[in-house]
């Protein structure tokens, strides 16, 4: 279905690409803290998967965005990881911290729940950590377009100046000197 939203075979790789630095993630969260996997611990691995699959498609579709805008492939990058770095590390955060209490709980009654939170919490950090600097690395090196960029008028010299704030490209006046 990825493969439809975004005309391209290599952007849903990209966008499924962070999940398995999640796992590893998860697996070294239950390593440290002494846990062994469970079927608990796989219905957190499957969350994980979603909460990682989020934060790098909207990380690519701010990137293609920036693309269609007009802006070259390392502009767009880098402008598309500055746009959404804060939110992406603000929810990942969040989810963890709000694990936290779960994950530290020595209450019998919810023993069975820590081993999906360890999962949860220890996987979303190590997938975000490593996804904003993953996926826009495999975004440079893949050779997709991904979004059409914007090509310049004939009277303009092939030079197109973008604003960010109206989101507008037009063509930069040059002087007839």
Not at 2 to 28: D, E, K
Not at 44 to 68: M, P, T
Not at 90 to 117: D, H, K, N, Y
Not at 150 to 167: H, I, K, Y
């Amino acid at each position: 279905m990825l493969a439809v939203a975004f005309r391209s075979y290599t952007q849903p790789i990209l966008v499924m690409s962070a999940i398995p630095f999640g796992m590893v993630g998860a697996i070294l969260g239950h390593v440290v803290m002494g846990f062994s996997l469970s079927l608990m611990s796989l219905m957190g691995l499957i969350a994980l998967s979603g909460v990682v699959v989020n934060d790098s498609l909207i990380l690519i579709v701010s990137i293609n965005r920036y693309r269609e805008e007009g802006m070259g492939m390392w502009e767009a990058v880098v402008a598309g990881g500055a746009r959404r770095f804060r939110p992406i590390l603000l929810t990942s955060l969040t989810t963890f911290f709000g694990l936290a209490p779960m994950i530290v709980e020595t209450s019998a009654q919810a023993r069975f729940l820590v081993p999906m939170a360890v999962s949860l919490g220890f996987g979303v950090l190590a997938a975000t950590m490593i996804m904003l600097l993953i996926v826009p690395c495999s975004y440079l090196t893949s050779k997709t377009p991904g979004a059409t960029q914007a090509t310049s008028s004939p009277g303009s010299a092939g030079v197109l100046r973008c604003r960010r704030r109206r989101r507008q490209c037009r063509p930069k006046r040059t002087s007839s000197y």
